[in-house]
């Protein structure tokens, strides 16, 4: 049930499941078994650990100024009980924030490469957060409270989350699944993780599943891609089976105030600078020296370029060291109002001097180390665009409007997440996030985000890829599919257009195997743990914060011997009420094949209110009950009636009080 501690020095800890994994087996209480359910989550797992080994006089080395990087500098501090000044963060470029970016202003243009679609359910991440100190708020507050206080206040939801035909918005209403559909996701669902190897989304679902509501609304959420792996949505339809029901019209998500840079990073790299960590930029690491003997590994060096010379960083034995695999931003191109980005990668491999040269180094030594190439090498397939627009009022804005749950200028939710354009041959999406997106942006100004799927295909009305594309042709297509093309000139005189595309952004979609990405901390490594997106997990899904708050958090309790559980996702999944609202989500809103003989069952129990009401009055009942009872047992069955007398007999002692 957890990942393998091989090192010796970490013998204290091999007792506990750092990583717990809840599918592995049944768990029973007993007086051997000290930790709570490997699913649990609450304050009883906030507990703060004392350390097998002393941290006094160990260093520790983080590559990446992600999200993960700077989760596992906080981990160390908090729970570790490491130094600030005894850790340091290696990183590319010359701002923390990795992924999680947001630059520029309202002349030159503001851009963010991707947004952040987030639930309660983000254990790991809100564990970090409720200990930051807030952005705004006075001294005492978290950046958790922070977040609490806008979302409690102003609840999210879409009006228009798909849309076709120029500007008209398509029924959303139901997920559009048929029968056939239905159990196609159920089968789905009751699958092993470990029969999915390498299969494909397309290659599993029918042709005609890929074109319903259930389909649009999931892959453009979560930017899913048909060729893209079918294990990965199977995990996601777990990690997200309680929000379901709210998934149509977005209300089951949460959004920051500010976009991911502001929100996040920058209360978080502000602790983490005031209790002494150290931010290297410019500094290229690709490749690790290592010294085994016994099956272990141990990191004696890194191996890196600084400033474009190259540098040897000594690592002591008792040091540790905090690895990023891979990138999902790495090589972007950017573009603007009259520029297409230019792309400077080939198709099968990033080249030596990337992001991805770490991994690639790495799995040169062992197989332990996975197989980055699996990942990296088919840009074509894990290539996306996306553009920032930074508007002034004009008929693009008027169009907003009527699209937004609130005014967008009213600082509330707008759009409540992306709309998604169904007969856009780019599967084009976007959306207004609240605003201002950015803590100093003017107030006349509103700043949308927009993306597409599909690389390889001519826009409806500009008849051309997205990335051949300039910005104002981006804008083009997407007032198109507005329905105001007409008045592009008067909206592109108020808009500012920049464009960012990604080769790898969805490159952890790609299809693999087990073994393909390696464990946080690999058999045998003694100092070394890999985070990111890139590593494996019980069975969390990737593409999320909470994945890479989760690896580095594994990763710190793995090499400071830390007797603490990290727990696995959160056990909503099984939880029958989720179950329940997800079956009737599913099955377009409608009561779900043996639900009213649950209602029958259980309608005068105390159980009563685990079951989603029922659209008809309660006097139909026993009859539309016996109508799905013979549907399942057969008309003129003999036990139909025996069975019906029993659902009475039992359902009028539970009203009566009698056993």
Same mark, same amino acid.
């Given at each position: 049930m957890t990942e393998k501690i091989s090192s010796t020095h970490q013998a204290d800890a091999t007792a506990f499941r750092i990583e717990a994994d809840a599918g592995a087996g049944f768990w029973r209480k007993g007086p051997s078994g000290t930790l709570p359910p490997p699913d649990m989550m609450g304050p009883y797992m906030r507990n703060r650990p004392i350390a097998a080994q002393s941290v006094e006089g160990r260093k520790a080395w983080i590559i990446g100024g992600g999200i993960a990087g700077l989760a596992a500098a906080f981990y160390l501090i908090r729970d570790g009980g490491m130094k600030g000044e005894d850790i340091t963060i290696l990183d590319t470029m010359e701002i923390v924030g990795g992924s999680l970016d947001g630059a520029g202003d309202a002349e030159s243009g503001y851009i963010i490469r991707g947004g952040r679609e987030m639930n309660f359910n983000y254990d790991n991440f809100w564990d970090l957060f409720q200990d930051v100190p807030a952005l705004e708020l006075p001294e005492g507050y978290s950046v958790l409270d922070e977040y609490r206080l806008v979302n409690d206040n102003d609840p999210n939801w879409s009006k228009a989350r798909l849309m076709h035909k120029q500007g008209q918005i398509r029924d959303f209403s139901t997920m559009g699944l048929s029968k056939s559909h239905q159990w196609e996701i159920l089968k789905l669902l009751l699958?092993?993780?470990?029969?999915?190897?390498? $299969?494909?989304?397309?290659? *599993?679902?029918?042709?005609?599943?890929?074109?319903?509501?259930?389909? *649009?609304?999931?892959?453009?959420?979560?930017?899913?891609?048909?060729?893209?792996?079918?294990?990965?949505?199977?995990? *996601?339809?777990?990690?997200?089976?309680?929000?379901?029901?709210?998934?149509?019209?977005?209300?089951?998500?949460?959004?920051?105030?500010?976009?991911?840079?502001?929100?996040?990073?920058v209360p978080l790299i502000r602790l983490l600078k005031d209790k002494g960590v150290k931010v290297q930029f410019d500094t290229r690491a690709h490749d690790l020296d290592m010294t085994g003997q016994g099956g272990d590994r141990t990191v004696t060096a890194i191996q890196c370029r600084v400033g474009g010379k190259a540098e040897t960083i000594t690592v002591g034995p008792r040091d540790l060291v905090f690895a990023l695999t891979g990138s999902m931003t790495e090589g972007t191109a950017y573009g603007d109002m009259d520029t297409a980005p230019v792309l400077d990668r080939g198709n099968a491999e990033p080249g030596e001097d990337s992001d991805w040269a770490l991994w690639k180094n790495l799995a040169q030594k062992s197989p332990i180390f996975g197989k980055p190439e699996k990942f990296y090498g088919n840009v074509a397939g894990s290539i996306w665009e996306s553009a920032t627009l930074t508007c002034r009022p004009s008929p693009l804005i008027d169009k907003l409007k009527e699209l937004s749950v609130n005014d967008p200028y009213s &600082?509330?939710?707008?759009?409540? &997440?992306?709309?998604?354009?169904?007969?856009?041959?780019?599967?084009?999406?976007?959306?207004?996030?609240?605003?201002?997106?950015?803590?100093?942006?003017?107030?006349?100004?509103?700043?949308?985000?927009?993306?597409?799927?599909?690389?390889?295909?001519? &826009?409806?009305?500009?008849?051309?890829?997205?990335?051949?594309?300039?910005?104002?042709?981006?804008?083009?297509?997407?007032?198109?599919?507005?329905?105001?093309?007409?008045?592009?000139?008067?909206?592109?005189?108020?808009?500012?257009?920049?464009?960012?595309?990604?080769? *790898? $952004?969805?490159?952890?979609?790609?299809?693999?195997?087990? &073994?393909?990405?390696?464990?946080?901390?690999?058999?045998?490594?003694t100092n070394l743990a890999l985070m990111g997106q890139f590593v494996e997990t019980s069975n969390d899904i990737i593409f999320t914060m909470e994945a890479s708050v989760r690896t580095a958090r594994i990763g710190v309790y793995t090499l400071l011997g830390l007797p603490k559980q990290v727990a696995d996702i959160s056990p909503t999944q099984y939880d029958i009420r989720n179950m329940l609202k997800a079956a009737r989500a599913l099955n377009n809103n409608a009561p779900f094949p043996g639900e009213r003989l649950l209602h029958r069952l259980l309608g005068k129990s105390y159980y009563a209110h685990i079951l989603p009401p029922l659209p008809e009055p309660e006097e139909t009942l026993h009859e539309r009950a016996e109508v799905e009872l013979s549907t399942l047992l057969g008309k003129g069955s003999q036990a139909l009636g025996a069975v019906v007398g029993w659902l009475d007999r039992v359902r009028d002692g539970l009203g009566k009080g009698q056993t």
């Open positions: 699958k092993r993780k470990e029969d999915l190897n390498d $299969i494909t989304i397309e290659q *599993y679902f029918s042709a005609s599943f890929l074109e319903t509501n259930f389909w *649009y609304l999931w892959r453009s959420m979560f930017a899913f891609e048909n060729w893209q792996s079918l294990l990965e949505v199977k995990l *996601y339809m777990h990690r997200f089976l309680d929000a379901l029901d709210g998934m149509a019209d977005m209300s089951t998500l949460v959004f920051p105030k500010y976009n991911q840079y502001d929100s996040f990073v &600082g509330k939710t707008a759009t409540g &997440g992306v709309i998604t354009f169904t007969d856009s041959n780019w599967v084009l999406s976007f959306t207004c996030n609240r605003q201002p997106h950015f803590p100093t942006q003017p107030d006349d100004v509103l700043v949308l985000w927009v993306y597409a799927l599909l690389m390889d295909k001519d &826009g409806n009305h500009v008849k051309k890829p997205m990335p051949a594309c300039t910005g104002r042709e981006v804008l083009a297509e997407l007032c198109f599919h507005l329905g105001i093309v007409d008045q592009l000139d008067a909206i592109a005189a108020q808009t500012k257009v920049r464009l960012a595309l990604m080769p *790898y $952004i969805t490159a952890q979609f790609m299809p693999r195997a087990a &073994g393909d990405r390696p464990r946080v901390v690999p058999e045998g490594c």
